[in-house]
């Protein structure tokens, strides 16, 4: 779309790869630094990305103090999104979760319906790097103080240099397989699979209802006039015939109306965090969001973003690398650790970890 991306140059003093929240964060922390800044995105912008886009109450916070007033352009209907409505099992009842059980109380109560491809390039675009679409990040390499960092951008492979790179490019990250291959092939993979539909059901929009369910678990969300239904299976077998099956459960139980099916898609997820087994990076190459293994929303992807960006300040000011800066910033520090207590929490409440199963 035009306006939108800029050229790919040849060299920058950072290169972030993805324009998720977590690259927003990181390039927001850099802006009116000076530094030549570029977020590169393998997929056309605005991209969209397989998500409820619940804007919980922090990152809300977060976005307000950071970033400004939210454009009505990036909400959907209902705007105002309550609580988890939680169902143990098929048979019982919900259990409503409101936020303020998970968020501190000075936070917003509600949390707000958006469209991720317009919230995502809105966040990108409050910064004032770079933004260079259809450009995929293959790999990189090191030659004394820069970084090569190799791309396919509109179909041609080119290599560009930088000082530092972020790799905030989501749950199956490449910066973080060029870290460490070693670490990729450890991990465990659990697939998510959803379908959009224009219809009906008794399940009142302006809430996120999660069935746990034997195989896996699943959600159902209303966004415009449509309901988003993913089921995330534990073992890796089909969740295209777990959310069959759970589709009839619906018709069956909550009236679910199918006049159309809008759109499918699917995803893999990662067992980083249930087993904090996290990646950050390796010296001025930094690891954020989704990719480094912290909790799976947008409030923490667009704060261990912020910290990226500022571990690369800290690392210009001090000499040191970007790495152990990062490792002791205070924002990431208090990330990784709300997000261990809020699994541990979990784990009392429920007497699980979705991803404990695995
Ligand atoms: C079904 C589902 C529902 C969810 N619902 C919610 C919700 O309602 N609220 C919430 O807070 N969180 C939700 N999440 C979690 C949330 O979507 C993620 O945690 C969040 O998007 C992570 O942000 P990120 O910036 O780390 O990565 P991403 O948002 O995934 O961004 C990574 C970006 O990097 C790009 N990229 C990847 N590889 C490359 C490459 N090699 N080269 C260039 N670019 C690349 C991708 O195209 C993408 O744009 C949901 C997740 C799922 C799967």
């Known amino acids: 779309m035009e306006g939108i991306t800029d050229e790919l140059k040849d060299s920058y003093d950072v290169v972030i790869v993805g324009s998720g929240p977590a690259g927003a964060g990181a390039a927001k922390a850099l802006t009116g630094s000076g530094l030549k800044t570029a ?8 991209r969209d990305k397989m998500c409820s886009g619940i804007l919980l109450p922090r990152a809300l916070k977060f976005i307000s103090d950071d970033y400004g007033v939210l454009p ?87 290599k560009i240099k930088t000082k530092y790179l972020v790799g905030a490019d989501g749950t199956r990250s490449r910066v973080r397989r060029s870290v460490s291959p070693e670490f990729e ?78 759109m499918t898609r699917g995803i893999m997820r990662s067992n980083m965090l249930a087993l904090k087994k996290y990646l950050f990076g390796k010296d001025n190459v930094l690891i954020a969001g989704e990719a480094s293994g912290i909790m799976e929303a947008i409030d923490p992807a667009l704060a261990s973003g912020k910290a990226a960006g500022q571990s690369v300040l800290k690392s210009l000011e001090t000499g040191k690398s970007a790495l152990e800066c990062y490792m002791n910033n205070e924002l990431l520090l208090f990330e990784k650790e709300n997000a261990e207590k809020t699994v541990e929490r979990i784990r009392s409440d429920l007497g699980f970890f979705w991803y404990d199963k695995v």
């Open 185 to 262: 092939k450890a991990l465990s993979w659990i697939p998510a699979y959803e379908e959009w539909y224009k219809g009906d059901s008794d399940l009142e929009p302006g809430f996120q209802y999660i069935f746990f369910e034997t195989d896996g678990y699943a959600f159902l969300f209303h966004k415009d006039g449509e309901i988003q239904v993913c089921y995330i299976a534990y073992q890796g077998k089909s969740c295209k015939k777990y959310l069959s099956k759970f589709r009839d459960f619906l018709i069956e139980k909550h009236n679910l109306r199918i006049d159309k099916t809008t």
């Open 72 to 158: 009505e352009k990036v909400f959907c209907q209902p705007k105002e999104v309550f609580a988890h409505r939680m169902y143990m099992s098929r048979e019982s009842n919900y259990i409503e979760v409101p936020w303020d059980s998970f968020f501190d109380k000075d936070m917003p109560k509600v949390g707000f319906n958006t469209y991720r491809s317009e919230v995502d390039l809105w966040l990108c675009k409050r910064s004032d790097a770079s933004l260079v679409d259809k450009c995929l990040f293959i790999d990189y390499t090191t030659d004394s103080d820069d970084i090569i960092v190799e791309v396919k951008h509109s179909g041609n492979y080119r």
């Open 39 to 46: 977020i590169i995105e393998k997929a056309p912008l605005p």
